[in-house]
């Protein structure tokens, strides 16, 4: 079985963009056999089909209680599976959960085959949740400096300041009421609401 | 004492003590900085939970029991000093399967044994017509939802591994899949079968409460050594639940808009009011049910963890192959009820209702003998063995 050439990855992720970093990953270092599931409608009769040797899914995806039916003793198993993560192995599944990624094997799988294959899954995964900050980031930073335009704009017409003036103005409250200057600038808007 | 914990939850209305206990500052007022964490599976509470992620969680009383055997994962021993909730989840049919029931049913529609007598005569029909076997959905391998769909139909003489096929669904997945075609009916909590019938796909065929009497079901879960690390903190967490208890019993309105926030359980709050008051709307054309043991949160002793119920809980495990029968596992199992941590924070003064036993008491079959557990095992008809 294809324990001892490329195993038979499957990734079970809703996910598409983050399936398909992880499945690249995989494919540079030498997994050709990897197939992404990412509609869980019958998740199970899926992967029961496909026959993998190694299962990954995300946290966030509710379909993984649906796996744990995987290990129940059942006419529908066709070989055991074991969680990979077994008692010695506190460190990799603390660093796998916390980057958002749990893996299942089938038994007998060895553990030195596993280890890189995990290792990428919680690399890519958290520079996935990486990326996603820094579009989380970027995101809201345009908002402030929209927010930080306006705010000056009524400055500088209610009090005559120039852009600069209005701007400095601005700096220096956040300062001095240590907020953000984006923060500052969105009470003058909310005020300048208020009292139209 | 370290007062700052993370304890994870599943949206469901069995997760009220503590959402309550939080969100009206039960726990604060302990001296307790408690972040609720929602969560979308039961394999993330018990991961979560396992590792240390969470100092406490909202868990299904059996994967506790699993958790603390090594069953179908790491062992890890539990704890559970403290019932969120006993009974609540109900047996929802498709308007199909409710027909076929009812049209075979040779009794009250309440009474479990004519409507597993029934099924069991749908189910011969549909093996005789050649028709697919009939699919019904549950929550956990681990889970009360699972033991108490089996218990009920092997009742009626239907073998749940080899005459239904029985799936696990994510809870928020039911609803849909009730609707679709992909199960034929579901056992599930609060509020998934509300909605169904809200929603006109389904009859709300049994409360659990009428399988048994009292079913232990979400537990406040800690790890072993952390109760032992932290007495302290337990003790006040398990006084801000108890205090939380007592606030749903008698504000039940207000608990139901807490509930509702989206960052919480997140549905309608009227619905989760009907699972409160144990009124529940059980048919498409708005026959509304009422049983004072739909759910119960605190009142009449529930939030006592009892040993026999894990006993119970365990003998099921063993019923349907997932453990194999040690007087040891049977010790094990018990221990993980933890009644005298419940009674060193609350004492005893909360007395089951009179005439309500506080052992097991089911709608069929022997007698359950927490001491007994092998010979209670070999009394039953329908059994599963390890293969």
Redesign the interface.
């Known amino acids: 079985m294809g324990a001892e050439s490329s195993p038979k990855i499957v990734i079970v992720d809703e996910s598409p963009i983050r399936a398909a970093i992880l499945e690249e990953g995989l494919r540079e270092a030498g997994f050709t056999g990897v197939v992404r599931i990412g509609e869980?409608?019958?998740l199970?009769a899926r992967i029961y089909e496909l026959d993998p040797d190694v299962i990954l899914i995300d946290?966030?995806?509710?379909?993984?209680?649906?796996?744990?039916?995987m290990?129940?003793?059942?006419?529908a198993v066709r070989r055991p599976i074991a969680?990979f993560?077994?008692?010695s192995d506190?460190a990799s599944?603390?660093a796998s959960?916390d980057a958002g990624v749990?893996a299942y094997i089938v038994d007998g799988l060895k553990k030195e085959r596993i280890k890189p294959i995990l290792d990428l899954c919680i690399s890519r995964f958290n520079a996935f949740s990486k990326l996603q900050d820094e579009l989380d980031r970027a995101k809201s930073a345009l908002e402030d400096r929209k927010v930080i335009d306006r705010a000056k704009g009524i400055l500088m017409k209610l009090k005559g300041l120039t852009e600069e003036e209005a701007y400095v103005l601005l700096r220096s409250t956040a300062m001095r009421e240590k907020k953000k200057i984006g923060e500052i600038a969105q009470s003058i808007l909310t005020a300048s609401e208020l009292l139209k | 004492m370290t007062g700052s914990l993370h304890i994870g939850f599943i949206p469901l209305i069995d997760a009220a003590a503590l959402i309550v206990a939080v969100d009206k500052g039960f726990t604060a007022a302990e001296g307790l900085d408690v972040t609720l964490v929602r969560e979308v599976s039961w394999s993330n509470v018990r991961d979560k939970l396992n590792i240390g992620l969470f100092d406490a969680a909202h868990l299904l009383a059996p994967v506790a029991i699993a958790s603390s055997l090594g069953l179908g994962h790491v062992k890890v021993p539990i704890v559970a000093p403290f019932n969120l909730g006993l009974n609540g989840n109900a047996i929802t049919v498709s308007p199909v399967l409710h027909a076929a029931i009812m049209r075979e049913i040779d009794g009250d529609p309440l009474d479990p044994m004519a409507t597993a007598l029934s099924l069991a005569r749908v189910v011969a029909a549909r093996r005789r017509s050649g028709a697919e076997p009939l699919t019904f959905g549950m929550t956990f391998p681990f889970s009360t939802h699972n033991y108490q769909l089996r218990f009920w139909m092997a009742a009626g003489g239907v073998d749940p591994d080899e005459d239904v096929h029985l799936v696990v669904l994510p809870p928020p997945y039911m609803v849909d899949s009730l609707a679709n075609g992909q199960v034929d009916a579901f056992c599930v909590g609060a509020p998934w079968n509300s909605i169904a019938v809200d929603r006109g796909v389904g009859f709300i065929l049994h409360f659990v409460s009428d399988i048994l009497v009292r079913a232990a079901e979400k537990v406040l879960a800690v790890r072993q050594s952390w109760s032992e690390k932290n007495p302290q903190v337990l003790a006040a967490l398990i006084r801000a639940a108890f205090r939380a208890t007592e606030f749903i019993e008698h504000n039940r309105a207000e608990t139901a808009h807490i509930l509702a926030q989206p960052e919480r359980v997140g549905v309608d709050a009227d619905i989760i009011r009907r699972t409160l008051d144990g009124r529940l709307k059980v048919a498409p054309d708005g026959t509304i049910r009422e049983s004072g043991r739909y759910l119960l949160v605190g009142r009449e002793g529930a939030a006592r963890p009892d040993p026999v119920q894990a006993a119970w809980l365990y003998a099921q495990m063993v019923r349907w192959g997932q453990a194999t029968i040690s007087p040891e596992a049977v010790e094990i199992a018990k221990a993980v009820f933890r009644p005298d941590l419940h009674d060193a924070v609350l004492g005893f003064q909360q007395k089951p209702t009179p005439g309500a036993s506080n052992l097991v008491e089911a709608f069929a079959g022997p007698a359950f003998d927490a001491d007994d557990v092998a010979g209670y095992l070999a009394s039953l008809g329908i059994v599963r063995r390890p293969s």
């Open positions: 869980m409608h019958s199970l946290l966030e995806n509710p379909s993984r209680d649906i796996l744990e039916q290990f129940q003793v059942s006419r969680m993560v077994d008692q506190a599944i603390q959960v749990s």
